[in-house]
């Protein structure tokens, strides 16, 4: 039986079966998650529909209450941090930064507002624009920032007015089935519902006839499936999907000053994260400066156990991604890529890939055109700026990219050029609560953050009032 439990219209709720959660730096199951029985999941719609109406009607005590949450999350980090690490991989430190950005988004989106707009007001009419929730969103989350991402979700939904049904991924449901916890007394109930277990839960959800709105963060693959889930019923759908972000670094950057910054924009999270930087383009005259600089840093990194305090960078999350990121590296090396430094798996039991920078690869290897999604980065060369763009360009992700200059201006110029949802120059994973996140193309569609993605859970209401 699981030590955690599902919330359910405000309740703490078990099940009669459960299944293993594995610590990726020991490979070994150490804890059991509930696996939520459809009658448990038709429960919990039930509750998010009942809970709908009079909490879409008190937009004051939504912003209380999202306050609360914030203050609840804070309470508890100590206890959540080290459920995040052991399930997750990541530094307990990173958990720790995670758990903190919850709240702070938390925060931030209490303090959003819904806008009314009027469009006309004369003696005749008066019509409004008005923003309405849509009632139960289905939300369903990824592996790599399961508690963050969540709560990406569940901020801006519930000031919008919506009701929940979250279920998180079936790698790291334990921090995700805490924070449910965490916030049952900030919340009433039925508006925030946790449940657990595998993709099939997840397809059940997005089949759910209470479920008006589908936000979903994950792979093009499964975001492709939720797209076609959602179809039958009209249901709307945000999806935040993968990337294959490029790094492109002009021939006037100074190598020393930009290295850090790239080691860390491609390598935080071990890789795992949907917009790390997954191709780097350098200038030609700056190549070797610019890798020997990265790989300089590259060895000095400690890759371990995330409990461990002098971690840097921990495991990969799971034993397909471990698997995946591996075959990527071998096929990278038959095609004649180079692997500057790391290549090679660290033993021991856990999920630990060491730090892999590979050269002499082109477009069409697989560590290129791919999104690898874990600690390997291909460096590449280019010459012409016109061409880089386009090789940047020449995908069919589309969810960030960065520019990298001594000229800010030229860097901006270029960096608009980049078809992708955020385009940083001299920085890459800047993400903040107030600005739009979501992709071009095949990374997604709709955005999150800031009043964009408020706004994206609500519809458009037109409320036109004859005068006379
Ligand atoms: P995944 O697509 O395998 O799984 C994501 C979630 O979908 C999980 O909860 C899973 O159980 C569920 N799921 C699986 N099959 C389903 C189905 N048929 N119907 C409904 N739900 C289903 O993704 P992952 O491996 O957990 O996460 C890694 C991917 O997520 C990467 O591609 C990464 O780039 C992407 N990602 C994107 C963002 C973003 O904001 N754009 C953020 C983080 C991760």
């Not at 804890?31 to 429960?43: F, I, K, M, N, Y």
């Not at 979903?216 to 039958?232: I, L, N, R, W, Y």
């Not at 193309?441 to 999150?448: D, H, L, T």
Request: glycine share 10%; with cysteine.
């Amino acid at each position: 039986m699981s030590d955690f439990t599902m919330t359910i219209d405000g309740n703490s709720v078990t099940t009669d079966a459960s299944f293993g959660v594995i610590n990726p730096a020991s490979g070994q199951v150490f804890a059991q998650a509930p696996e939520c029985s459809r009658a448990q999941l038709d429960a919990a719609m039930a509750s998010a529909s009942r809970a709908f109406r009079p909490w879409s009607r008190d937009l004051p005590a939504r912003r209380k209450a999202l306050l609360a949450c914030a203050e609840a999350l804070k309470a508890r980090l100590g206890e959540l941090a080290p459920i995040l690490t052991q399930e997750q991989g990541k530094p307990l430190a990173k958990a720790s930064e995670e758990l903190i950005g919850a709240a702070v988004w938390f925060q931030y989106t209490a303090s959003l507002e819904i806008p009314v707009e009027v469009v006309q007001d004369d003696a005749r009419v008066r019509i409004e624009v008005r923003r309405r929730p849509y009632g139960v969103v289905g939300a369903i989350t990824p592996w790599n920032f399961p508690v963050l991402l969540a709560v990406w979700k569940i901020a801006p939904a519930l000031l919008a007015g919506n009701t929940i049904v979250l279920k998180p991924s079936p790698f790291t449901p334990l921090s995700t089935l805490k924070l449910g916890e965490v916030l049952r007394d900030a919340l009433p109930p039925g508006v925030l519902n946790i449940v657990s277990g595998n993709d099939a839960l997840g397809a059940w959800i997005t089949g759910h006839p209470a479920v008006r709105k589908i936000s979903f963060t994950g792979s093009v693959a499964t975001g492709k499936k939720v797209a076609a889930a959602a179809a039958p019923d009209l249901k709307r759908v945000t999806l935040e999907l993968g990337g294959n972000d490029a790094a492109i670094v002009l021939d006037d950057a100074d190598p020393k000053q930009v290295a850090e910054k790239l080691f860390w924009g491609a390598f935080s999270n071990s890789g795992q994260i949907c917009s790390a930087i997954k191709r780097l383009y350098v200038h030609e005259s700056l190549h070797q400066p610019v890798v020997d600089a990265m790989a300089a840093i590259a060895k000095s990194v400690k890759v371990g156990d995330g409990m461990q305090p002098d971690t840097l960078l921990g495991p990969l999350n799971n034993k397909m991604q471990f698997d995946r990121v591996n075959e990527l590296i071998e096929d990278a090396k038959r095609a004649g890529g180079r692997c500057v430094t790391g290549g090679a798996t660290l033993g021991g039991g856990g999920y630990f890939i060491a730090p892999t920078l590979v050269t002499g690869l082109a477009e069409g290897a697989r560590l290129v055109d791919e999104e690898q999604f874990g600690p390997a980065l291909p460096i590449l060369s280019y010459r012409n700026i016109d061409d880089v763009i386009e090789r940047a360009n020449g995908t069919m992700y589309g969810l960030s990219g960065s520019v990298w200059s001594s000229n800010t201006e030229r860097a901006a110029d270029v960096a608009s050029q980049l078809e992708c949802g955020t385009a940083w120059v001299n920085q890459h994973l800047a993400i903040v609560p107030n600005a739009p996140f979501g992709g071009a193309k095949w990374s997604g569609i709709g955005v999150e953050n800031g009043p964009w993605g408020l706004l994206g859970f609500t519809e458009l209401q037109t409320v036109n009032i004859a005068k006379s």
